[in-house]
């Protein structure tokens, strides 16, 4: 079973771009079977899917993001990465990355069966 640990800023100022890094151990992210996903909660809601990459490299993403989001992947590191465009306050939330098999959804937060530790990301001025 693979393991995942996220990486990045705590804060960011509003406009600004967040990146994230999922850093993948335990099996490669180009083979098997595995899925990833990003996915954030913000304070006091429930979990929202950024994107997701199937293991053959095809990444899809949320369109209620409106094109702010990036993901791409770098298989010689076996880590993932995800960047927000101009992010305001309502993109204050932690953040996971996490890895499923594939159940044909995105958002089946229950058959996610490796979760990174989640980074609180607070965008604020």
């Known amino acids: 079973q693979v393991q995942l640990q996220v990486s990045g800023p705590g804060l960011v100022k509003p406009s600004q771009t967040l990146s994230l890094t999922c850093t993948v151990s335990?099996?490669?992210?180009?083979?098997?079977?595995?899925?990833y996903s990003w996915i954030r909660q913000p304070p006091g809601k429930g979990l929202e899917w950024l994107g997701g990459m199937e293991p053959g490299g095809r990444i899809y993403y949320n369109p209620s993001l409106n094109s702010r989001t990036s993901i791409s992947r770098e298989t010689s590191t076996n880590r993932f990465t995800l960047q927000l465009d101009s992010v305001t306050p309502e993109d204050t939330a932690v953040y996971y990355c996490a890895s499923k098999g594939w159940d044909g959804t995105w958002s089946s937060w229950s058959e996610y069966f490796s979760w990174g530790q989640g980074i609180q990301v607070t965008v604020s001025s």
């Open positions: 335990g099996g490669s992210i180009a083979m098997g079977d595995h899925y």
